[in-house]
């Protein structure tokens, strides 16, 4: 709740550059008594001092309103811009913000928003990265209008448009028996000990899909970060077991590592570009998706 109305901003923000009560009161076309009177509630909310006033001398802004009187006229700017008919309709149609799964991110957030900048000059184009969760909560809640994600804990009202299949990657030590393996099938990882994320979704992912083979995986550490599950499993606490695999043999810690592709066609999971159908679409929003999905297919 607003305790100090835009009005009363202005009154102050008014004073402040006219230097006077008479000048300030005949500008705003209002009684010289009702300004000071609106003056006073300002002072008594804010618990400051706004204004020096002795008679015969020129009104004078304490050091407390000179910081104040900054920001309340940046607000009023910014309230001008949001009450302005072209203004709201150019902020609108001229913003597009696109989500992106936590693990994607690395590999195609940066690239894809600058593709996205490069083809809508005039666009803002913002970003947000997050979890499934977190993903499809803001694209509910309109805070992003697209996201590039697995297809996990999306429901019915969510449009999903596939770009791309991804295969997991198995990490293990060098000295690991599956080393030298070009590939590894479920079946080699259900008896090691197994490193996922700590995510809901993800784990009843991981243990459907070794369950559709008739495979009972053992899960012992739960991370939160790729290169966490890469130092694990490169000092031989474990197999991980992730859709990302970035480039590169050496864990942070200095320590080798291998990423083995998990060959079963069922692991593979497609990425697909989301959005809320409860959500009118944009004509900018409708663009960014065909420039997306043209990005990802050719």
């Known amino acids: 709740m607003l305790y100090i109305t835009l009005r009363q901003m202005e009154y102050v923000v008014a004073v402040a550059r006219a230097g006077s009560m008479s000048a300030a009161a005949a500008a705003l076309n209002i009684s010289q ?42 607000l009023l700017t910014t309230a001008r811009r949001l ?9 609108a149609n001229g913003t597009f913000s696109i989500g992106c799964f936590t693990d994607l991110a690395p590999f195609f957030l940066v690239p894809l928003v600058r593709h996205l900048r490069e083809a809508l000059p005039d666009v803002d184009v913002r970003w947000r990265v997050g979890s499934f969760n977190n993903l499809a909560r803001d694209m ?19 449009e999903k448009t596939p770009l791309l299949n991804i295969a997991p990657h198995a990490f293990v030590s060098r000295e690991h028996r599956l080393s030298t393996k070009t590939q ?4 080699d990882l259900a008896g ?13 992912h991981w243990t459907h899909l070794f369950r559709q083979h008739d495979l009972s995986p053992v899960f012992v550490h739960r991370v939160n970060l790729l290169e966490v599950m890469r130092s694990l499993a490169a000092n031989g606490e474990g197999v991980g077991i992730s859709y990302s695999a970035p480039p590169g043999s050496m864990s ?13 066609a069922t692991a593979r999971e497609p990425v697909i570009l989301a959005r ?11 663009a960014g998706r065909n420039i997306i999905i043209k990005y990802f297919r050719t």
């Open 140 to 158: 509910a809640d309109g805070r992003i209008d697209l996201a590039v994600t697995f297809d996990l804990g999306l429901h019915s009202k969510f």
């Open 83 to 91: 009450e302005d008919p072209s203004e709201a309709k150019s902020l």
């Open 252 to 264: 942070y810690d200095g320590a080798p590592v291998s990423a083995i592709r998990i060959a079963e």
């Open 33 to 74: 008594p009702s300004l000071s009177v609106a003056l006073n509630v300002v002072e008594e909310r804010l618990g400051q001092t706004l204004f020096v006033r002795k008679r015969g001398a020129a009104l004078r802004l304490t050091p407390f309103a000179i910081r104040y009187v900054a920001e309340v006229e940046a």
């Open 184 to 187: 590894v099938s479920l079946a």
């Open 192 to 204: 090691e000990p197994l490193i996922v994320f700590d995510d809901g979704l993800s784990l009843r």
């Open 276 to 286: 809320s159908t409860n959500l009118d679409a944009r004509p900018v929003v409708e």
